[in-house]
């Protein structure tokens, strides 16, 4: 018996599935991604908030969602992490999936993303910022492919190029990451290089749970 392929299939099954349901100007966008921004409640959550008597006691994350970050990474793309909450638990997650930037507790989205592209020296129109709430209605206007959750309100899924079908915090991460890799051709070699773990450098100690 002949050992099954890896990755299971070609660059252009994964262009296909990728482009399918978008529109001209998603295509477009969605081809030129250099670096993903993530709010976290709501989408990287399901939003809601568990509280003890000290305050935020944790959050829960989606492990799917968490392979497709790294997906993204040994695919060549940059993460980022903005939030309006200063949250213990989310900067943990983003240290372990190694993003390359996070600001806490700003609510100041649009200044605070303008400050992630000066740092990680992206063009606007090559980011892509993904909310779930009025808050992140100016940090959307400012990149070129702005994405929301099917759970934000209308006036900010309106202002979007695309709105993913599933939810956040059940799969919405990993379905933007596999659309944005599949789109440029990165996501077959991205599974070669996460098998192979080719993603860490030299020196790297991954956590136990690399998703």
Known sequence: MS????????????????AAGLGDAALAAFARVRLIVLDCDGVMTDGRLYYGAQGEACKAFDARDGLGL?????????????????????????ADLRFHAVKLGRFDKRRALLEILNELQVEPADALYMGDDLIDAPALAVVGAPVAVPGAPRDVRERCLYVTAAAGGAGAVREVCE???????????ALLKVAARAWLAPGDNPSAEDA
């Open 3 to 18: 050992a099954h392929p890896w990755p299971p299939r070609t660059d252009d099954d994964y262009r296909r599935e990728a």
């Open 70 to 94: 790294v997906l993204a990474r040994a695919g060549g793309l940059k993460l980022a992490l903005l939030t309006g909450r200063d949250s213990p638990a989310a900067a943990r997650r983003a």
């Open 179 to 189: 659309r944005v890799l599949g789109l440029q051709g990165r996501l077959g070699p």
